[in-house]
C-alpha cells in the first residue's frame, strides 16, 4: 500500500520567508511524528499527535515553528521567518499507535534549504 | 538525560566482511529500542527491541539487546554494497511516542 508521503521534495526560501511542509501519513494511522535531520545528525524530534489528543509539542526549538493536523490525517508544519539554522531535511512519520512498541514509518523527507 | 550514542560514526568495510554497530542508551523509563537504515532519504524500519525481545534476526542482519549493559547491537554477516547506509539506533521512553535517535553509524561497504 501507499506509505507516507510528504511535499515539496525540496523547498528554497529566502531567510526570514514562511514555509509549509506536508505530510500525509498512512492510511488508519493514528499517530503522526515530525522529525529533523541536520547533516551529519540523527533525527531530532519536534512534534507528534495522536487522535484527538493534544499534540506533545515538546520538541519544537522554537515559537517559530506550529504544526497542525486536520482531520486526524495530513499535517503541515509551519516555520515562520525562517533562519538559516532551519536548513534540514524534515521527516514525517507515521504508526498505528503512539506508544513506542509500534514501529514508526518515514516519509522521504523534505529538505528545506534557506539562503 | 535521555541520550543516545552511537559508534563508531562511520565505518569502511569490504564486500564479505562482518560488521559490529553499537548503540547505547539511558536507562530512565526505558520501553523499546529501535534500528533504522537509511540510505538515500526516508530511513526504514529494521528491528525492534523491548524487554520482552532481546534478539531479532532477518537473514543477514541480527540484533541483541542488553539490558544490563544498556547498549545493542545490530551486526551485518557477508556484508554487500548495498548495505551501504546510515544506520540509525532510537529508544522509546515512558509511555510518549517519541523517539530519541543516535547520531548514526555511516556504514560504506566496497567492493
Known amino acids: 500500500g501507499a506509505g507516507v508521503s510528504q511535499s515539496p521534495s525540496n523547498k528554497v526560501t529566502e531567510k526570514g520567508k514562511d514555509v509549509e511542509l506536508r505530510c500525509d501519513p498512512i492510511s488508519g494511522h493514528t499517530a503522526l511524528y515530525w522529525y529533523r535531520q541536520s547533516l551529519g545528525q540523527g533525527l531530532e524530534f519536534l512534534i507528534y499527535?495522536?487522535?484527538?489528543?493534544?499534540?506533545?509539542k515538546s520538541g519544537l526549538p522554537s515559537d517559530r515553528f506550529s504544526a497542525e493536523r486536520t482531520g486526524g490525517s495530513v499535517s503541515t508544519l509551519t516555520i515562520q521567518r525562517t533562519q538559516q539554522e532551519d536548513s534540514a531535511v524534515y521527516l514525517c512519520?507515521?504508526?498505528?499507535?503512539?506508544?513506542?512498541?509500534?514501529?514508526?514509518?518515514f516519509g522521504p523527507g523534505t529538505r528545506l534549504t534557506v539562503t | 538525560e535521555d541520550k543516545v550514542v552511537q559508534s563508531p560514526l562511520s565505518l569502511v568495510v569490504h564486500e564479505g566482511d562482518t560488521v559490529t554497530l553499537n548503540c547505547s542508551y539511558e536507562?530512565?523509563?526505558?520501553?523499546?529500542l529501535l534500528w533504522y537504515k537509511q540510505e538515500k532519504k526516508a530511513p526504514t524500519f529494521l528491528f525492534m527491541l523491548t524487554s520482552s525481545g532481546i534478539e531479532k534476526k532477518s537473514g543477514r542482519l541480527s540484533s541483541i539487546l542488553d539490558k544490563k549493559e544498556l547498549s545493542s547491537i545490530l551486526n551485518i554477516t557477508a556484508t554487500q554494497t548495498g548495505d551501504s547506509a546510515i544506520y540509525l539506533c532510537?529508544?522509546?521512553?515512558?509511555?510518549?511516542?517519541?523517539?530519541?535517535f543516535g547520531q548514526g553509524t555511516t556504514l560504506q561497504v566496497k567492493p
Open positions: 536507562v530512565t523509563n526505558f520501553r523499546s
Open positions: 499527535f495522536q487522535g484527538n489528543s493534544a499534540p506533545d
Open positions: 512519520a507515521s504508526s498505528t499507535a503512539t506508544s513506542v512498541t509500534y514501529e514508526q514509518y
Open positions: 532510537a529508544r522509546g521512553s515512558g509511555n510518549t511516542g517519541k523517539l530519541i
